[in-house]
């Protein structure tokens, strides 16, 4: 049987501040009726995305969008349609949201967005709401002192919010010692921290949550923590896309989008092929290999929730 093909555009709605989302109740007399989504409607055969988001939130909310950006795509399987969530974040508006067709709107801090329900398919959207653009990767420091003075910048001057600890060079008890110090600074400045290892790392250090190499991604035949931590995973093709989503992780990197003086020996990716990965990704993806800041908005503009880095940031 072949299935339906539904295309729905979606938003989310950003306060100035940051701090707030604009999220909506389905209508009891409709699939999922009583849950919470994020504002949006079916599309016209020809609509694009943007272009049926404006009509939907004009007719839903009263609200004119201004400024908004690619956020994520969404493929999820129903048993009898295939759903594409195409999702926008806006960043700009005019007028003063309202349900205009009876449905209850409220204005919810990114951190309580867990506490409400929402259909399966809108989980990869709550994700890429909570997470920032970037990503930083720390690199290899002998010295402690210094690799901490690095982290303080980052997190003052780039006001960097998600970092992956990642140190190959030291044993685990230097690791666990410098994790401790490097949470503390990362909570003090309202960023997470990730610590790049075996999930039973946060046994001993009560960070955020756990970044996966690959290799510990394809033995995994379940997700290793609950979902109070966050997991992210180091992809590298489809077969690592698919697994990632299968035992549920919350995001993932994908590399290397371009050659590296890391691995010179690695083919890159590229913007074309990434982009068709990232379509087919259940959760968000940030563009690793050669990134900086400057390539973000191209990155967002092809799928990515971002970029992730270590020598833009470890200056």
């Avoid at 002192?145 to 780039?158: H, I, S």
């Amino acid at each position: 049987m072949v299935k339906r093909r539904v295309h729905v555009a979606a938003a989310a709605i950003i306060s100035a501040d940051g701090r707030e989302v604009l999220i909506a109740r389905r209508p009891s007399s409709v699939d999922h009726g009583g849950l919470w989504e994020f504002p949006g409607g079916k599309l016209a055969p020809y609509e694009t995305g943007l272009g049926g988001l404006k009509r939907e939130l004009h007719e839903e909310l009263g609200v004119e969008i201004q400024s908004a950006q690619p956020l994520i795509r969404i493929h999820h399987e129903y048993a009898e349609k295939h759903i594409l969530l195409d999702v926008w974040q806006v960043h700009a508006f005019s007028g003063e949201p309202f349900g205009r067709e009876g449905q209850a709107v409220r204005w919810v801090p990114m951190e309580e967005l867990v506490k409400y329900p929402f259909p399966a398919a809108n989980l990869p959207i709550l994700r890429a709401v909570m997470l920032p653009t970037e990503y930083l990767i720390t690199g290899d420091e002998d010295d402690e002192n210094r690799f901490l003075e690095r982290l303080e910048r980052a997190l003052t001057e780039d006001r960097v919010k998600l970092v992956q600890f990642r140190d190959k060079s030291l044993d685990e008890a230097a690791y666990l010692a410098r994790a401790e110090k490097a949470l503390a600074l990362c909570h003090r400045h309202g960023a997470r921290l990730l610590l790049n290892g075996n999930p039973g790392l946060l046994e001993r250090v009560d960070a955020d949550g756990i970044h996966l190499t690959s290799e510990r991604l394809m033995s995994l035949e379940r997700r290793p923590l609950n979902d109070g931590k966050w997991v992210s995973a180091s992809t590298h093709d489809f077969g690592q896309l698919r697994q990632a989503g299968r035992i549920g992780c919350d995001f993932v990197t994908l590399s290397p989008l371009r050659t590296t003086p890391s691995h010179p020996q690695v083919a890159p990716i590229g913007w074309h092929e990434f982009q068709q990965l990232v379509e087919h990704a259940a959760m968000p993806v940030f563009a690793l290999g050669g990134m900086t800041r400057h390539d973000a908005d191209h990155a967002r503009g092809v799928g990515a929730q971002g970029i992730a880095s270590i020598r833009d940031f470890w200056k």
